[in-house]
């Protein structure tokens, strides 16, 4: 027995050094791992630091680690982070030696280069890692393990960089067709980085000096200021070394987007803005903060797991969510512990503390493995352009396992583009509303363009699922103010930073109210002809507009509104879009109204011409339908079930109108229970005139669905009961509320007239006028009935279901003060009582003392006397005092 333990002990110490053995030798060539970020000698990146570093550590990510760092001489002198993280100094070129140009994101390639040159740590490595500061690692990334071979790196896909197919990439490389739109995580070895260093330098460098090519048409930099010319460095660079990238879109996430299924990332890159119900992260709210230096202040709590799960029924939507609250909360746990190593006082207990220690916490950050998914890889298929034989170019395909092929239909996804302001938020509340309450199939995402002073004050964060965009309202180069830009500038920015698996998109305005499902397979959707509606005052389409701004006027289309597009077509259009909007806004000597129908004759319909001439030049044939969208207030055709509203003019209803110009500057989103004023009841109509019976209704049910929305908006932002708002205090809430809107539409501009005006032509206007009959004015109290509406009854029935449920809830509440204070009531008269009683009994007590006293001196007794005169008074004040709140 004894040689059988020894025999069994020396196996287990064998295998213990055997397993050792294997750990070891991965760090032994030739799989010598070595993971490089840059950063520079500021507050906004040490805090990164300290993130990065901690997950790397958490993650147990193999090998050693180095932070670049970049200073200037005068910024090291002050410099504080320097144990922070294994540092590697080098020199800074955030302002270039040569030219002066001041562009501190060179300092990535440069100091991956002064590192490869100077550093010992370089000649003992195999494969690099490359990260950005902002980064948090969730697992190991092992570069053979993620597909990485020599010659071939492995990295994310950055579908943005649109230079990689034209001129741009000519000028710069000479192998234009091995640019591959690559960046984020970099994972390759050292011969290959060796190789591509100098040139990673050099071409950032001749990126950043060809300003001629800056455009967003020739970059995709939505701001055509050339900051991702180190970007293109990298792509270029490659290019003339011959290496091609494995691309991998699975390993790398943004917080704020959802995970595909059965995908795990081992790598968040928090550049964006991403929120969780009410609470939002920005980095660039941190840009001047030393939280890193102030002990025991942490970023701002973000909610628990089981608020996820409670807020979230979705099991993939709550994934991303899950990894939203995980990049703060390793930040903020790591914060803690760099806290601890500078020698700060012990954090004071909290709630939120606890939860970072927690089992619960340690279990959900546990390094994350690949999956299979994880590991596949974007296949890149060449196919040759139209007019372009020379060049052959990539079209990204993903390996994915349609796991129901048996679906009946394609999938949607619906967009919309909004700015910060409350204009849009209100816009937003009603359109999202109407979008479940529709049944629209597929998800919705608010597109929301922003600049970044906005953004720090924004509030609408958790109004709809949204995707950050940068504002092009004023335009970068030309200083144009044209916030209509920002629509194709921002459905661009989401075709290029999303990965979607909807085969259609559905593009719709802020100002709409869906009412039924829009379907590409209801209205004939299909490649090459995307489904629109008519806008018949495009003119241009007809003129030399046309021919001056797309190659094919004959295929110009007068459409606008709604679009529902095929993915692919959306790709290759989004771009043109926005070009060709761009093109038509700077033709100020064509803006006349003969030439392009605005009435404003102000280019504000240049985006509605940009779609138009775009689509032209793509070829994109439109199936139209005037069966999908109407505005409120004009005569519906008869059996037509349009799918949405457009409320873009305005429209009345007898007495009551509504335009939506009046309400731009009201905050009713943020003020508990503000909405519009009450359409009037459907059972006031004139049922004598069809026509404007039919678009009354219509126009009821648009401004219903609004308010409707704004009803549920806050109750769930759990505003007080409005019923217990005192009459008067209502009656001026009301007022106060007229009387600004009021002042809104007494001092708007004659350009935001223009604006809102949605540039009708005359044959519009004439129309509206027709359609808009004498039957207005008129009130009836007959009962009709409506399509939408069902019969009349139905209606009633609806409204006095509602109506009693409010006078029902506000007789409850009434009662219930009444009865509480009524128990109030009782209480305080049974301590009254209770009171005098006690007073009694201690006055009876005093008495008989007074009458043992009587053998005292005539002193004692004067000065007693006086004693208890001091008493009597004080507690008589006392007792008037209760007497006086009791009553």
């Not at 067709?177 to 050292?190: P, R, S």
């Not at 298929?381 to 349609?402: F, G, L, R, Y």
């Not at 979008?435 to 600049?451: A, H, M």
């Not at 093109?583 to 509605?608: C, F, P, Q």
Request: net charge neutral.
């Amino acid at each position: 027995m004894e040689k059988k333990a020894i025999l069994m002990l020396l196996v287990l110490t064998l295998n213990l050094i055997s397993g050792e053995k294997s750990n070891l030798d991965t760090q032994k060539a030739p799989y010598r791992i070595h993971t490089v970020f840059s950063v520079e000698c500021q507050d906004y990146f040490d805090w990164q630091t300290v993130g990065l570093m901690h997950s790397y550590k958490k993650a147990q990510q193999p090998g050693p680690i180095t932070r670049l760092l970049s200073c200037t001489d005068e910024e090291r002198k002050g410099y504080r982070g320097m144990k922070l993280a294994p540092t590697f100094e080098v020199p800074s070129m955030s302002r270039h030696p040569k030219t002066g140009d001041w562009y501190p994101a060179i300092n990535k390639p440069a100091g991956v280069l002064h590192w490869l040159k100077y550093s010992k740590e370089a000649e003992n490595v195999d494969w690099v890692v490359i990260l950005d500061a902002d980064m948090i690692i969730r697992g190991p990334i092992v570069p053979w393990e993620i597909g990485a071979e020599k010659g071939k790196p492995v990295s994310a896909y950055y579908g943005y960089l649109i230079g990689c197919d034209n001129i741009l990439a000519k000028l710069h490389t000479k192998h234009p067709e091995l640019c591959d739109k690559v960046g984020g995580l970099l994972a390759m070895h050292i011969d290959d980085l060796r190789a591509l260093a100098p040139l990673w330098l050099s071409k950032t460098e001749e990126v950043r000096e060809d300003r001629a090519h800056w455009a967003t048409n020739y970059t995709g930099d939505i701001y055509g200021t050339g900051w991702i010319s180190e970007m293109y460095g990298y792509s270029f660079g490659a290019a003339e070394v011959g290496l091609r990238h494995k691309i991998n879109d699975n390993l790398m996430i943004y917080p704020g987007y959802v995970p595909r299924e059965g995908v795990e990332p081992i790598l968040m890159h928090y550049g964006l803005p991403f929120s969780v119900g009410n609470w939002s992260f920005s980095k660039l709210e941190h840009h001047e903060d030393d939280i890193v230096y102030d002990c025991s202040r942490l970023f701002p709590e973000p909610p628990y797991p089981r608020e996820i799960t409670q807020m979230e029924p979705d099991h993939n939507k709550r994934r991303g969510l899950f990894l939203n609250i995980e990049c703060i909360n390793t930040m903020n746990e790591g914060l803690l512990l760099q806290h601890a190593a500078f020698g700060c006082p012990k954090t004071k207990w909290s709630k939120y503390l606890s939860f970072l220690k927690s089992k619960t916490f340690a279990e959900l950050g546990r390094p994350k493995r690949l999956t299979a998914q994880s590991r596949q890889m974007m296949e890149v298929e060449m196919h040759k352009k139209v007019n372009e034989p020379e060049k052959p170019q990539p079209k990204i395909i993903h390996k994915e396992v349609d796991n129901d092929p048996k679906k009946p239909h394609p999938k949607i996804h619906t967009i919309f583009s909004t700015e910060c302001s409350p204009y849009f938020d209100w816009q937003t509340v009603g359109l999202v509303h109407s979008f479940y309450k529709s049944g629209q199939p597929g998800n919705i995402t608010r597109l929301l363009s922003c600049t970044e002073e906005d953004l720090k004050q924004y509030k609408g964060h958790d109004l709809a699922p949204t995707h950050y965009v940068p504002s092009m309202s004023r335009h970068p180069l030309t200083g144009d103010w044209y916030p209509a830009i920002n629509k194709p500038a921002a459905v661009l920015h989401w075709m290029n930073h999303v990965k979607t698996d909807a085969e259609y998109i559905v593009i719709l305005d802020a100002d709409m109210i869906m009412r039924e499902p829009i379907t590409p397979w209801e209205f004939n959707a299909a490649r090459s002809h995307p489904v629109s509606t008519p806008y018949e005052y495009l003119i241009g389409c007809d003129n030399v507009l046309a021919k001056l701004h797309t190659k094919h006027p004959e295929a110009c289309d007068k459409v606008g509104g709604v679009i529902i597009m095929h993915v692919d077509d959306l790709r290759k259009f989004a771009l043109q879009w926005l070009h060709k909007t761009e093109e038509v806004r700077l033709d100020r000597s064509h803006w006349s109204k003969n030439i392009t129908g605005d009435v404003y004759e102000a280019g504000w319909i240049s985006e509605m011409y940009g779609y138009s001439f775009g689509a032209a030049e793509l070829n994109l044939r439109h199936v139209i339908s005037d069966e999908i969208l109407i505005y409120p207030g004009y005569v519906p055709a008869p059996g037509v079930n349009y799918r949405v509203f457009h409320y873009g003019l305005e429209y009345r209803v007898g007495n009551w109108s509504f335009d939506k110009a009046n309400w731009r500057h009201t905050d009713l989103v943020n003020k508990c229970w503000s909405k519009f004023p009450d359409p009037p009841h459907p059972s006031s109509l004139d049922q004598t005139d069809n026509n404007s019976l039919q678009r009354d209704l219509l126009s009821i049910e648009c401004a219903t669905t609004l308010n409707e929305a704004l009803r549920l908006h806050h109750e769930r932002r759990k505003c007080p009961d409005p019923n217990t708002i005192s009459a008067p205090n209502r009656e001026r809430v009301n007022h106060d509320r007229v009387n600004e809107n009021r002042t809104d539409a007494e001092t708007r501009t004659d350009a935001e007239t223009k604006t809102d005006a949605e540039s009708r032509t005359d044959a519009e206007t004439k129309t509206d006028a027709e359609t808009r009959t004498g039957a207005e004015s008129r009130m009836a109290v007959e009962t009709t009935t409506s399509r939408k509406f069902g019969n009349v009854e139905d209606v009633q029935a609806l409204k006095h279901d509602e109506i009693p449920k409010n006078n029902s809830r506000q007789s409850s509440q009434r009662e219930t003060s009444n009865g509480t204070f009524t128990s109030m009531r009782f209480w305080i008269m049974v301590l009254w009582a209770l009171s005098i009683f006690g007073f009694l009994g201690v006055m009876s007590v005093m008495f008989k003392g007074r009458k043992g006293l009587k053998k005292r001196g005539k002193g004692y007794k004067s000065k007693r006397r006086t004693s208890y005169s001091g008493f009597w008074d004080t507690n008589g004040q006392d007792r008037h005092l209760r007497n006086a709140e009791t009553a």
